[in-house]
């Protein structure tokens, strides 16, 4: 489990594909602190450290991770957001996040809000997955590659978020532009409440 805090962002420094999987080889500035079957969330996406050496370590994605969130898209050189579990004696300064990223969404804008950024977000609508909280709603929370958000003017099939600077200069979202595809986990809770209610209804 996690809260959406980012911790900084890692650069890929080597990718190993081996069928379908691929192996992404990692450096920041926590490696020395790292252990074999750890949990990190990588760009909301949670994976299981496999190796450490020579201050990287690697991590795999199988084909499901890789078709349902943009990891598949990373190049080497490439920041990713990455945040270790969370710690249950401290506080939870974002939400639960599971690191289970449910799909993709694009940036259709990107404005400047004079020192902080508007970021617009689309996303593929499914009626039937909205039923089961597969939604946004308004002043509530989002993850977007791993970062804790709250959800302003919300539609069917996009969203915006507000990322003042520090967020900006901290995690990926300075590489974010139109165009870019990023990850989404929606909230737990909502789904829990809209499956609910679909059942008991």
Request: with cysteine.
């Amino acid at each position: 489990m996690f809260s959406g805090i980012v911790e900084e962002y890692a650069t890929v420094v080597a990718i190993e594909r081996e069928q379908e999987n691929v192996h992404l080889t990692m450096k920041c500035s926590f490696v020395d602190e790292l252990k074999i079957d750890q949990s990190v969330a990588h760009n909301g996406v949670c994976l299981t450290v496999v190796r450490i050496e020579n201050g990287t370590y690697t991590v795999t994605a199988m084909k499901e991770t890789l078709d349902r969130s943009n990891l598949g898209l990373l190049k080497v050189g490439d920041e990713v957001n990455v945040e270790r579990s969370m710690m249950m004696n401290g506080r939870l300064d974002g939400h639960i996040v599971q690191g289970h990223v449910d799909q993709t969404a694009e940036c259709i804008n990107k404005e400047d809000a004079e020192g902080s950024w508007i970021f617009t977000f689309k996303y593929k609508f499914d009626k039937e997955m909205a039923k089961r909280g597969y939604i946004t709603v308004d002043k509530g929370s989002v993850t977007v590659n791993g970062v804790s958000l709250t959800v302003c003017n919300p539609t069917n099939d996009t969203f915006q978020v507000c990322i003042i600077p520090y967020t900006y200069e901290n995690t990926n979202f300075h590489n974010i532009k139109v165009g870019s595809v990023v990850n989404l986990e929606f909230d737990i809770i909502g789904k829990y409440i809209s499956r609910y209610s679909v059942l008991f209804k």
